[in-house]
Each structure stands twice: as structure tokens, then as C-alpha cells.
């Protein structure tokens, strides 16, 4: 299972672009894909679709869609995801009031082999003997979907699973859905990729804001003479520069959720080995050998490194493209987001027929 590599390269557009700020992704989405921007907001003016997003934990689903959202607006589309879904039904399982309107859309929309009953208690226990049933999760999908307009929906976290593959097939029917056109967008990521993001991910410990020690640095670097070694200190003028520390267990990498890769690996062949649903095929790297004539230097992914300047007391920060074998062994370079959602605009006029 290879994606093809997607071309972003423009030649004789020699402009770049900062790819970190809202203002500069936008000039780069117009000098790159300003044709079929064009082309999807007069679709979805009248028009809408539902895309499945597949990809292994952690190879930015989240993103993609935000960025989709940003591009259109968040009145043409939306993010929907799944684990989200579930983890708020926590909240309105513990409300007396959201239980009871909870409870009498279910009355109504949910068929399945376990009872709500069974359901709310194994929620209410965290028991993992009893698990959420696709059904149920298919009627709260439901449920979000019923409350929103028409839009363009990025569905992120369903199927969750083998056997909810074909329920994805019909999920139009089942949910009774508009006829809008639906998808598979199936993102390749190398483990490498994951491993790094995982391995150097460290986060506020009050406003609790992600970033990356080698990939997304603060504004602040801080250096810490017994050890020698270098940490971020959160840029939120709320947190007054808090030291960013690794999560619990992030320091072994993708060996802690091995099994979880592993089903997505399985998931996302399946997925690609399906007839009559289209695909939009997304890879997050470039081999190296190919970079030069397939993308620009500003969209790939840089690391950062870090010295210490004795002379002058401060932490002197160096930036490069990053490199790391994917996994077939090829040297490729991560891609940063945006270029990927290029790749992402122009599959979909294919797909969409505009």
C-alpha cells in the first residue's frame, strides 16, 4: 500500500510563504490552489460532502480538517470526531437533565444488542467488559449531525474498527443523511514521523498546550546548566513562561501504542482495498531524492536544534529540513501541514467532479 507522491511545486512561482500564521497559509492556499478553491466554495454553497478520515493515531487528522475549515469557513464545514463525541457522554451521562433528553433521542434512534442500560453502566463503572457498540456510537454520531446545517462534514475517528467498515459504507442511509457525496481520505504517515512527535511532545502544565521540543518550539527555549539539556517554556502571556514537560510515557514513543498502529495499519489496507467509495490518498512524506523538483523548501516539515552560546548567555536555535526513513526505508522529509492540504483541495475537485 504506496500513495503516489503529490506535486506541489509551482514553476515560476518563486514566492514563499509563512506557513505558521493564518495570514501566510492563506497566500500560500491562493498561489497554490487558488483554481479549486474556487471551484469547492461554489459547490458547497449549495452543495455539501461527508469524508471519512483514516490514518494512523497521531498523523494529524485534526489538522487537516481544522485547515479545511479555515480555508471555507466553519459555516461550509466541519470537524466531527468521534472520540470526542464519546468522551462527552460522560458529562451528560453525570447531568440529570442532558441524561434524560439523552435517553429519549436513544428511545428513538438507537437499535442494537445492548441495552442503554447496560451501556450507561459500563460507562458509568468505566467497566471495559461491555463496549460502546457501534450502534450506539452510530446513533450519537446521529445525533451531532442532526443538529448541524448543511455543511461539508470531516468525519475523524469513524470506523474506529474492522467491522465498522461496512457500516461506513451506508452510513448516509443510516443516519438518514442528505444525498451529499461521500469518501475515504486516507492519510500515510511514516511510524518514524509518529515516533518523533511523540518521543520530543512536551505541554504546558496549566493552560495544558501541546508543542514539540524539535518539531514546534515556543518563542521561549530555556537551558539548564547541571544538565546541559534544553526545554520550552510555554509563549501564553497567561502561564508566565511555565515550564513544558513530557507526558507520562511519551519518552518511549510509538512502543506505547504499538497495538493501536498496528489496527490502523490493518484499517487503513482494508480501506484501500475497497470498490465504489472514492479515495482521496494523502502522504505526509517526500523521499529526498525527489524533494527539489516535487515541493518547495518552506513546506518541508524543519527540525530545530539547540546550542548554547556561553559568550553572549543565551540558547542559539538552528533550523533544518527533517529527515527520516519512512517506512520502507526510504530517507524522505515530513511535509508540513498545508502542503498536504494542497494534495487534499485538488483530489477532491477529481473527486467532486467540479
Known amino acids: 500500500m504506496d500513495f503516489p507522491i503529490f506535486k506541489t511545486k509551482i514553476d515560476g512561482l518563486t514566492d514563499e510563504f509563512d506557513l505558521n500564521s493564518p495570514e501566510g497559509r492563506g497566500k500560500y492556499f491562493e498561489a497554490k490552489a487558488g483554481e479549486e478553491i474556487e471551484k469547492l466554495t461554489q459547490y458547497l454553497k449549495k452543495d455539501a460532502f461527508i469524508a471519512y478520515m483514516l490514518a494512523k493515531k497521531s498523523a494529524g487528522k485534526g489538522t487537516y ?4 475549515m479555515e480555508i471555507f469557513g466553519p459555516e461550509y464545514v466541519v470537524h466531527l470526531s468521534v472520540g470526542d463525541i464519546i468522551r462527552d457522554i460522560d458529562k451528560e451521562i453525570n447531568d440529570p437533565q442532558k441524561r434524560k433528553e439523552l435517553e429519549e433521542f436513544l428511545k428513538t434512534n438507537y437499535r442494537g444488542f445492548h441495552s442503554l442500560e447496560e451501556i450507561f453502566k459500563a460507562q458509568e463503572d468505566r467497566s471495559t467488559k461491555t463496549l460502546m457498540p457501534t450502534e450506539f456510537i452510530l446513533a450519537l454520531v446521529e ?9 461539508a462534514i470531516f468525519i475523524d475517528g469513524f470506523p474506529r474498527g474492522l467491522d465498522q467498515v461496512s457500516y461506513s459504507l451506508f452510513f448516509r442511509s443510516l443516519v438518514g443523511y442528505r444525498e451529499d457525496k461521500d469518501m475515504f481520505i486516507l492519510i500515510q504517515i511514516p511510524e518514524t514521523v509518529i515516533d ?10 496549566k493552560c495544558h498546550t501541546p508543542r514539540n521540543l524539535k518539531l514546534l518550539p515556543t518563542k521561549f527555549v530555556g537551558h539548564d546548566a547541571d544538565t546541559g539539556q534544553f526545554f520550552l517554556m510555554c509563549d501564553s502571556p497567561e502561564c508566565n513562561k ?12 510509538i512502543e506505547n501504542i504499538r497495538a493501536r ?3 490502523d495499519e490493518e484499517l487503513l489496507k482494508k480501506a484501500f482495498s475497497l470498490y465504489g467509495i472514492p479515495k482521496v490518498l494523502l502522504r505526509n512524506a517526500v523521499p529526498v531524492d525527489r524533494a527539489e ?11 530545530f536544534l539547540y546550542s548554547w552560546d556561553d559568550e553572549n548567555k543565551r540558547v542559539v536555535l538552528r533550523e533544518e529540513p527533517w529527515a527520516a526513513k519512512d517506512d520502507q526505508g526510504v530517507l524522505s522529509y515530513s511535509l508540513m501541514a498545508p502542503a498536504v492540504v494542497v494534495s487534499l483541495l485538488k ?3 477529481e473527486v467532486l467532479e467540479l
Open 242 to 253: 511555565a515550564r513544558m514537560k513530557p507526558k507520562e510515557g511519551d519518552g518511549l514513543g
Open 293 to 303: 523538483e516535487m515541493v518547495d523548501n518552506y513546506e518541508l516539515t524543519p527540525s
Open 196 to 205: 518523533e512527535r511523540m518521543k520530543f511532545r512536551v505541554i504546558c502544565p
Open 143 to 151: 445525533r451531532e449531525i442532526a443538529r448541524l446545517p448543511k455543511k
Open 261 to 263: 498502529l498496528d489496527k
Open 65 to 68: 480538517a481544522r485547515m479545511m
Open 347 to 349: 483530489q477532491l475537485v
